[in-house]
């Protein structure tokens, strides 16, 4: 059975870094039924995280179901799904029974810090930069495959013979959306494939000289296609559904905040903090920091780069502040604890509980909470803790400002902190440019259901999903120019009491925020 022509609604999946969703949309991009369920964080170690990606894949097709059932809809209700996804988790399987090697190693996970140092030889972290936009860091893909292939027994050897895969979560579940050991489609799209530090941005291919200096076989590797196709057809809830897109989530986020233009830009506030601006056609080496990312490529278009940078924790944060030192009992709380101060009292947190990214990727720094005294109450913590996000925005706008020569004009936001007024309007202060939240705040669902409807022809085109983008809400800044400048210098001098907390040679970074 094939998907009809005449379904009137798109499917997304959006497994994230600590659930999984199946949100149906409709023709005008709006919601119809969504279905969430959440799946275990593994801590084995400090700095190490990982998920069971055969229970993730239960997950899915759990809230695939779910999803269909709130709808009252089948499978012949639904014209194509689309597929989101947490981005450098890695997942390696056996070709012929489909069961996950070992557990997925998450992309918060620091183990491999000692090999990527080892492996920028006298380099250092920019020994891969020029062909893959990234440095070597403990975040990407290609490090966390070679760990398993060096720790797991016997696995170099199966798979250099062919008989493991690898994966991040979109290849993950393509493959087993379209059969599995029975004829499922090893693929991922130039988003995922360019999170890995294996892909070539020039010619968006696995880099075979690259591939063999970390020490990957190319034989696991997915083949990479564009974002918006199909892949295969669905078996199973979905049978005969197209299966017909898939993005990174933030790259999803940014196509369904329809940042289709250059210089256009969006920040998804989550378990951390992303930020990417659209740089057109153009590759942008980043001098500051930043990532150069593929943002999204439409069937045989011409693939469209982005500058990206990357926050470790922010949503995070407020869940520590919450479950580590019980401050406030649910993350909304925070903004009422917030709203009891005019201010931070003087004091500044900056979380960095697994090092610095962007735009520093600074491994050896730790979180600090500066400024206090006696004055400092838990409302001005609580202030201090929203403020690092908005802050921690700022120096990646300001890095993208650097690197690309695009002024900032407004940030399009979504995600789950962006319910937060009070640091909305912190962060339209700090930069000192609007900030506007959607109609619909499931961007990164979004994005992924529109990729999968233009590849099958339920929306005809980029204006028609432009002309879908309703701004909710919208705050616009109301700070002093020469507060906001005394309170970055501030900002500033907190983050240079980070750095240098870890010495290179203790191999156990503390625990990242998951």
Same mark, same amino acid.
């Given at each position: 059975?094939? #998907?009809?022509?005449?379904?009137?609604?798109?499917?997304?999946?959006?497994?994230?870094?600590?659930?999984?969703?199946?949100?149906?949309?409709?023709?005008? !991009?709006?919601?119809?039924?969504?279905?969430?369920?959440?799946?275990?964080?593994?801590?084995?170690?400090?700095?190490?995280?990982?998920?069971?990606?055969?229970?993730?894949?239960?997950?899915?097709?759990?809230?695939?179901?779910?999803?269909?059932?709130?709808? *009252?809809?089948?499978?012949?209700?639904?014209?194509?799904?689309?597929?989101?996804? +947490?981005?450098?988790? &890695?997942?390696?399987?056996?070709?012929? &029974?489909?069961?996950?090697?070992?557990?997925?190693?998450?992309?918060?996970?620091?183990?491999?810090?000692?090999?990527?140092?080892?492996?920028?030889?006298?380099?250092? +972290?920019?020994?891969?930069?020029?062909?893959?936009?990234?440095?070597?860091?403990?975040?990407?893909? !290609?490090?966390?495959?070679?760990?398993?292939?060096?720790?797991?027994?016997?696995?170099?050897?199966?798979?250099?013979?062919?008989?493991?895969?690898?994966?991040?979560?979109?290849?993950?579940?393509?493959?087993?959306?379209? *059969?599995?050991?029975? !004829?499922?489609?090893?693929? &991922?799209?130039?988003?995922?494939?360019?999170?890995?530090?294996?892909?070539?941005?020039?010619?968006?291919?696995?880099?075979?000289?690259?591939?063999?200096?970390?020490?990957?076989?190319?034989?696991?590797?997915?083949?990479?296609?564009?974002?918006?196709?199909?892949?295969?057809?669905?078996?199973?809830?979905?049978?005969?559904?197209?299966?017909?897109? #898939?993005?990174?989530?933030?790259?999803?986020?940014?196509?369904?905040?329809?940042?289709?233009?250059?210089?256009?830009?969006?920040?998804?506030?989550?378990?951390?903090?992303?930020?990417?601006?659209?740089?057109?056609?153009?590759?942008?080496?980043? /001098?500051? *920091?930043?990532? &150069?990312?593929?943002?999204?490529?439409?069937?045989?278009?011409?693939?469209? /780069?982005?500058?990206?940078?990357?926050?470790?924790?922010?949503?995070?944060?407020?869940?520590?502040?919450?479950?580590?030192?019980?401050?406030?009992?649910?993350?909304?709380?925070?903004?009422?604890?917030?709203?009891?101060?005019?201010?931070?009292?003087?004091?500044?947190?900056?979380?960095?509980?697994?090092?610095?990214?962007?735009?520093?990727?600074?491994?050896?720094?730790? *979180?600090?909470?500066?400024?206090?005294?006696? /004055?400092?109450?838990?409302?001005?913590?609580?202030?201090?803790?929203?403020? #690092?996000?908005?802050?921690?925005?700022?120096?990646?706008?300001?890095?993208?400002?650097?690197?690309?020569?695009?002024?900032?004009?407004?940030?399009?936001?979504?995600?789950?902190?962006?319910?937060?007024?009070?640091?909305?309007? /912190?962060?339209?202060?700090?930069?000192?440019?609007?900030?506007?939240?959607?109609?619909?705040?499931?961007?990164?669902?979004?994005?992924?259901?529109?990729?999968?409807?233009?590849?099958?022809?339920?929306?005809?085109?980029?204006?028609?999903?432009?002309?879908?983008?309703?701004?909710?809400?919208?705050?616009?800044?109301?700070?002093?120019?020469?507060?906001?400048?005394?309170?970055?210098?501030?900002?500033?001098?907190?983050?240079?009491?980070?750095?240098?907390?870890?010495? +290179?040679?203790?191999?156990?970074?503390?625990?990242?925020?998951?």
């Amino acid at each position: 059975m094939t #998907a009809s022509r005449t379904a009137r609604h798109i499917a997304a999946i959006d497994q994230g870094t600590t659930s999984s969703r199946c949100i149906l949309f409709d023709a005008d !991009g709006r919601i119809v039924a969504v279905e969430q369920q959440e799946h275990a964080q593994l801590f084995p170690q400090p700095g190490w995280v990982e998920h069971d990606a055969a229970e993730i894949w239960t997950r899915v097709r759990s809230v695939v179901r779910g999803a269909l059932e709130r709808a *009252g809809l089948t499978a012949a209700d639904v014209r194509a799904v689309g597929i989101t996804n +947490q981005r450098e988790t &890695t997942v390696l399987w056996d070709r012929h &029974t489909g069961v996950p090697v070992h557990h997925a190693i998450v992309w918060q996970d620091t183990r491999t810090e000692a090999l990527c140092r080892e492996l920028g030889r006298n380099v250092g +972290q920019d020994r891969f930069r020029r062909e893959t936009g990234l440095p070597l860091a403990s975040y990407f893909a !290609g490090p966390k495959i070679r760990w398993l292939l060096d720790h797991v027994e016997g696995l170099r050897e199966r798979a250099e013979a062919g008989d493991v895969l690898f994966g991040t979560m979109d290849s993950w579940l393509i493959w087993n959306l379209t *059969g599995g050991v029975d !004829g499922g489609r090893h693929v &991922t799209d130039v988003t995922n494939a360019s999170r890995t530090l294996l892909m070539n941005l020039h010619t968006l291919e696995w880099d075979e000289r690259i591939a063999e200096s970390i020490g990957v076989p190319l034989a696991m590797l997915p083949e990479i296609r564009s974002s918006a196709e199909v892949y295969g057809e669905a078996v199973g809830d979905l049978a005969g559904v197209p299966v017909a897109a #898939a993005l990174g989530d933030q790259q999803a986020a940014l196509f369904g905040q329809t940042c289709f233009a250059e210089g256009e830009a969006k920040s998804t506030y989550g378990t951390g903090t992303f930020l990417l601006l659209n740089t057109g056609e153009k590759i942008v080496n980043s /001098y500051h *920091g930043l990532l &150069t990312t593929v943002g999204f490529r439409i069937g045989d278009r011409p693939p469209v /780069y982005a500058l990206e940078g990357s926050i470790a924790v922010t949503g995070s944060l407020v869940q520590w502040l919450r479950d580590q030192l019980g401050i406030i009992s649910t993350a909304a709380e925070i903004e009422t604890l917030a709203g009891t101060v005019e201010d931070n009292g003087g004091a500044y947190v900056v979380p960095a509980f697994s090092g610095l990214f962007a735009p520093y990727w600074r491994s050896d720094a730790r *979180g600090v909470i500066t400024g206090l005294t006696r /004055y400092v109450t838990k409302g001005h913590l609580a202030r201090a803790v929203l403020e #690092a996000t908005a802050w921690q925005t700022r120096e990646v706008v300001d890095a993208m400002e650097k690197d690309s020569g695009v002024t900032l004009t407004a940030l399009k936001v979504d995600g789950g902190m962006t319910s937060n007024n009070l640091l909305m309007q /912190y962060i339209a202060d700090v930069l000192d440019v609007p900030v506007e939240r959607p109609y619909v705040a499931e961007t990164t669902a979004l994005g992924a259901a529109y990729a999968a409807g233009l590849a099958v022809g339920f929306w005809d085109g980029l204006e028609t999903l432009r002309a879908n983008w309703h701004r909710a809400a919208e705050w616009t800044p109301r700070m002093a120019a020469d507060t906001r400048e005394r309170e970055h210098r501030n900002w500033l001098k907190a983050v240079e009491r980070t750095m240098g907390w870890i010495d +290179q040679d203790e191999q156990q970074p503390e625990q990242p925020g998951a």
